[in-house]
C-alpha cells in the first residue's frame, strides 16, 4: 500500500492566488512527521516545512502552510500568493516512528505551474 | 554552512558498464540517505547509513547496487553492472537525525544508461 498519496499530477494557478496541494497518508504509527519539499527544474529538494503528529497547532512557514486533518491523515500544503518562482514539483513525504532513525517516504508529487 | 555535495552531476554509461557516485555530507551530519528517483516519480530510498552502519537497505538491489560510507562521512554508491532501467537521479542526503529535522539534500547525480 502506498504510503503517502499525491492524487494530483499537475495543477495550475494564477500569479497572487493561494493554491492547496492535497497529500494523504497511511500509517499505525502514532508518533510521525510530515514534510513537503520543493523540488524546482534545477533538481535540487528544498525543505519548506515540517508537520509533527503530536503538534496541536498547524505548521506555517512564510507564505506555506500545512492543513493538517489526523483523523482523516492528510497533510494538505497551502501556498499564499503564488509567486512565479513558485512553478516546480512538490512532494509531501512522511518519517515514521519516534526515533527519528527512520527515513523520509516520499509521493509521486504534485507539478505546480503558476500563470502571470 | 556547505550543503550536501554530489558529483559528478551528470553521467552517461552504456549498459552493463559499472558507474560510481560520491557524496560528501553536511558536517556533522550522522544519518545519510542515497535516493533513486526516476523521472516523474517522488525519490526512493535505497540505503540509509547511520555513521557508518547500515541503518535500512532493504530497496537496494544488492546483486548490483552497492554502497559504503567510509569513517562514517563521505559515501560512494556503485552499480555493476548497469540496466537500461538504472537510469535516473541520485539523490544523496543527510540529516542530524532527530524527529523532527529535515533531510538536506545534493544536486543528485543524473545517470542516463544507454
Known amino acids: 500500500a502506498q504510503k503517502i498519496t499525491q492524487t494530483q499530477p499537475g495543477m495550475f494557478v494564477q500569479e497572487k492566488e493561494a493554491v492547496t496541494l492535497d497529500c494523504t497518508y497511511d500509517?499505525?504509527?502514532?508518533?510521525?512527521?510530515l514534510f513537503w519539499y520543493k523540488q524546482p527544474s534545477s533538481g535540487e529538494m528544498i525543505f519548506l516545512i515540517y508537520q509533527g503528529s503530536y503538534d496541536e497547532q498547524n505548521a506555517t512557514e512564510g507564505r506555506y502552510s500545512l492543513n493538517f486533518q489526523k483523523a482523516r491523515k492528510s497533510a494538505n500544503l497551502v501556498i499564499s500568493a503564488s509567486q512565479l518562482g513558485d512553478s516546480a514539483m512538490y512532494f509531501c513525504?512522511?518519517?515514521?516512528?519516534?526515533?527519528?532513525?527512520?527515513?523520509?517516504?516520499f509521493g509521486s508529487g504534485t507539478r505546480l505551474q503558476v500563470q502571470p | 554552512e556547505a550543503g550536501v555535495a554530489q558529483s559528478p552531476r551528470y553521467k552517461i554509461i552504456e549498459k552493463r558498464q559499472s558507474v560510481a557516485f560520491w557524496c560528501n555530507p553536511i558536517s556533522g551530519h550522522a544519518t545519510l540517505y542515497w535516493y533513486q528517483q526516476i523521472l516523474g516519480q517522488g525519490p526512493k530510498l535505497l540505503i540509509q547509513f547511520q555513521n557508518n552502519g547500515v541503518v535500512d537497505d532493504s530497496q537496494l538491489p544488492k546483486d548490483r547496487f552497492s554502497a559504503e560510507r567510509l569513517k562514517g562521512v563521505d559515501s560512494t554508491l556503485k552499480i555493476q553492472p548497469a540496466k537500461l532501467e538504472d537510469s535516473a537521479v541520485y539523490l544523496c542526503?543527510?540529516?542530524?537525525?532527530?524527529?523532527?529535522?529535515?533531510?538536506?539534500f545534493g544536486q543528485g547525480t543524473r545517470l542516463t544508461v544507454v
Open positions: 513525504a512522511m518519517r515514521e516512528g519516534d526515533t527519528g532513525r527512520r527515513a523520509l517516504t
Open positions: 500509517t499505525s504509527d502514532q508518533s510521525y512527521g
Open positions: 542526503a543527510s540529516s542530524f537525525g532527530g524527529v523532527r529535522t529535515e533531510a538536506f
